[in-house]
């Protein structure tokens, strides 16, 4: 594709990363779902309140998708003039701009959910191995743990690790997975302090541990 096609895609990646599916999923069956149980927009509080296959897994996938199908785009389509190496950046920035839009959505106030689901849909496109070891590791400490976020925050630590090992020479796809990681760490900030006994300001304190 042209490079000002490229440019349009990646806008419209924010828009459609911004699609709050979990808010319209539970709004279509009568509940806001930013006013019940942790109130965030994520798979997993729609799932508290409809159960794994009447919540959480639709919207996880849609979140997903979200994230998946413009990066999918780029790749598919490519870019005119761009090498191996710029077509990882450039999946990368259409991808973080998607990341971005679900995090910060404009139909909400900029108010969003928490990435996990985003950003796994944007670098299994990218990475498909590294991201299905990252996916061992959170079934491991869910299973564990039986708590979500414990899973999300293990598995978004270990996807740069596993990077830095499988594919230390994508330089930029492994400084983008450390940034993720990051950044998904710190929106499940207020889960880490209920995990530590310590009271977060930010968070419902009679709401568990969340994540997406």
Known sequence: MPIYIYIIVTVAAYFLGAVPFGYIYAKIRGVDIRKVGSGNIGATNVGRQFGFLGGFLPVFLLDALKGALPVLAVRLIGVEGFDTNAMDM?????????????IFPIYLGFKGGKGVATAA?????????????????????????????????AAAIAFPVIVAILSSHRLVLLIVAIAAAVVIVITHRSNIAKLLGKKDDTAKEESPPDQP
Not at 90 to 102: D, R
Not at 138 to 149: E, S
């Open 90 to 102: 450039a999946m990368l920035i259409t991808g973080i701009v998607a990341f971005l839009g679900h």
């Open 121 to 153: 849909g944007i670098f299994i496109v990218i990475a498909p191995i590294e991201v299905g070891i990252a996916l061992g590791v959170f079934l491991i400490l869910y299973g564990i743990t039986r708590i979500v976020a414990i899973g999300s925050i």
